[in-house]
C-alpha cells in the first residue's frame, strides 16, 4: 500500500532538520501521499466570504488561475479581484513549499496550475469516467503528457470539515492488473485527435497506456469494493502532497480545497526508476515515449 506520512512542519517556509527532507523525497517518490497538518493556509477575515459555492460560475468544475488570470469564478470586479489574490497567495506559498522539500524540483515550479473548488467534492451528476469518488491516477484526455510528472499540493481549507479520500494499491500492482485488459490505439489515431485538437499535442503510448489505466480502473466496480485500500481524513487546515499520476486515489467527501500543479519532467525527479514512465516500460518492454 502506499504510505500515508505525516511531517511535522508548521510553516511555508519551513527550516528543514537534517534528514527531513530526505525522507519527504522518499514518501512522495515511492507514491506515497505526504502529510503537512501544521502547514495551514489561513484566510483573513475578509476571505472567510470565499468559503461558498456562490462563486462558482458554475459551468467550470473548478475556479483556477491560469497565470493572472483567474477562470470558473463569478462575481463583481472587486470581489473577483480580492479572490485572485487569494488564490495567487496560495499558489505562492504551495510554490514555496515544493522548492524547501524538494530543492530540484524548483525550476519547474513556475509553470504551475492553482485551484480554488468550492464546491462538495461529490455530488455532481457526472459520468463514470469524471467520477472522481472511484479510485483513479490522474490521466486527463486532452492534456497528454509524455512522461511528465503530475505533482499536486492540497490545502483543505474547510474550517470545520475533514477532507476524506480513499488510497489504492501501489502504481505497479495496478499496472499489474490493468495493463492485460488494455488493447493498442488504432493506427493512426494519435495523429487524428491531435489534428482535431481533441489533445493538445499527439498521444504518446504512454498517455494510451494511462488514460487505459484510468478507465479500466473506474469502470470496475468490484476491483473499486475489493481492492487494497485505505480510508484517509485530511483534518480542517491539513496540507499534503502526491504524485496523482502515481497514487490510487478517490475523492470521497469533503468542501473547499485550494490545489496547486506542477508538472516535472522525469528528469527532474531524484530517482527517475520509480516514475510511472519508468514502471510501465519494465512491464511492457517497450519504450513508450518517442525521444524528444
Ligand atoms: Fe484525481
Redesign the pocket.
Known sequence: MPSIVALDLDAWRPTLAPGVQESAVHAIEDGGVLVLPRVNFVFTERERRFLSSEWSDGHAKHISLDGTRLKGARGAPRDLSELTAMVTRFARDAADLVVALFPRYAPYVQRARTSFRPEPAVGRNVSWRKD?SRL?L?AFPSRPTHGERILRVFSNVNPAQDRVWRVGESFEAVARTFLPRIRDPLPGSAAVLAALRITKSPRSAYDHLMLNLHDRAKEDLAYQRDCAQEVVHFAPGATWLCF?DQVM?A?MSGQYLLEQTIHLPVTALYDSAKAPLAILERLTGRTLVAAR
Request: glycine content about 0%; overall charge negative.
Open positions: 472522481d483513479h490522474d496523482s486515489h475523492a
